[in-house]
């Protein structure tokens, strides 16, 4: 009895051992690269994504879906122009896999972010690709070039959705590098949504169809709509702030000139952003008898607004934009 006792216990001891090498083994062995580790660790398995703008955002949504964790550093109704981070942005951007970007110098910000927040993000500009319209020095708008090294690009390039298009592949093969289990699904989505993004395209030149040729020109609070006007046939005659973002002062000179344009051009409405100051834009439609109509420039609504995505916020654009021309 004694001797089968002894036994039991060396059996036990054993087994112990066995259990605790095993298992020392198996947590020192070599994950299959840093990335994959990453997305092993993290709650459901998802890409922690960062999107700078909430057009941009939409867009990686439409193409991640569920299989991401998706975080948008700019809320509903801010300007991407004069974004200030938030302390909830750096720990976003400091602890995602990858940032998606328009890029072409709207977010300003974006580089003090980094800095500032470290981690080791791949970071997509989602525009890579897109034939940059550009401006001289005096933010006129010259010829579109595939250069992205640019003094003054010009970087509304979501108003024309082919563009868009061109973001949508760019945001697939990035997840798809960082996450290749799902980038079948990746390419589901984009196909689905690209399709989608073209009866957009073909719905809006139905809709411009609409406005007498002699209509289509277009005076804007800031030069925003060099891609929509040359992808629709509109002539952009001018903006009450003649640069790529409000932050600009235009001078009195500059104003006395654009409203002789638009009594020359016998201009029917000036656009102005919903996420911008009117008080200049209005001035001038006050001192031209012109009206002032509302457009979404940089940004979406909140989910229980009129434009919640990209795809309702160019449909609402252009119901304005034809309504107020036509």
């Known amino acids: 009895m004694v001797f089968q006792r002894k036994v039991h216990i060396s059996v036990y001891w054993l ?17 299959t690269g840093a990335v994959q580790k990453d997305v092993e660790d993290k709650e459901g398995g998802r890409l922690r994504v960062v999107a700078t703008t909430n057009i941009v955002g939409d ?17 509903p109704g801010s300007n991407p122009h004069a974004y200030q981070p938030a302390p909830r942005d750096m720990s976003a951007v400091s602890e995602a896999d990858v940032i998606f970007a328009n890029g072409l110098k709207l977010e300003t910000f974006l580089e003090d972010i980094l800095a500032s927040a470290g981690g080791e993000a791949k970071v997509v500009i989602v525009s890579e690709g897109v034939e ?16 992205h090294d640019l003094k003054n690009p010009d970087p509304h390039v979501w ?22 289990a799902h980038s079948g699904t990746y390419r589901r989505r984009s196909d689905a949504y690209r399709e989608q993004l073209r009866e957009l395209d073909e719905w809006i030149a139905d809709q411009v169809a609409k406005i007498p040729e002699e209509n289509r020109e277009l005076v804007t609070d800031h030069t925003a709509f ?19 973002t409000t932050e600009a002062q235009p001078s009195g000179k500059q104003l006395a000139q654009l409203e002789e344009k ?51 916020y160019m449909r609402e654009n252009v119901r304005a934009i034809v309504k107020a021309l036509r």
């Open 226 to 244: 060099g891609y929509f006007a040359n992808r629709y046939g509109f002539e952009q005659v001018g903006a009450v702030v003649p640069a790529p």
């Open 159 to 180: 108003f024309d959705p082919r563009n868009v298009i061109i973001w949508t592949e760019n945001i697939e093969s990035a997840l798809a590098a960082l996450d290749p």
């Open 132 to 147: 940059v319209r550009v401006f001289n020095e005096k933010h006129e708008e010259g010829e579109g070039t595939a250069d």
């Open 15 to 31: 087994l112990l051992f066995t259990g605790f090498f095993v298992f020392s083994v198996i947590g020192c062995a070599p994950r």
């Open 59 to 75: 867009v990686v949504g439409e193409v991640g879906g569920a299989w991401i964790d998706l975080t948008v550093l700019l809320p």
């Open 262 to 312: 638009i009594q020359a051009y016998d201009v029917q409405a000036i656009f102005v952003g919903r996420d911008f100051d009117p008080a200049l834009s209005a001035r001038v439609a006050e001192d031209t008898g012109v009206q002032l109509v509302p457009l979404h420039f940089g940004s979406l609504t909140p989910p229980d607004g009129e434009a919640p995505t990209y795809l309702t």
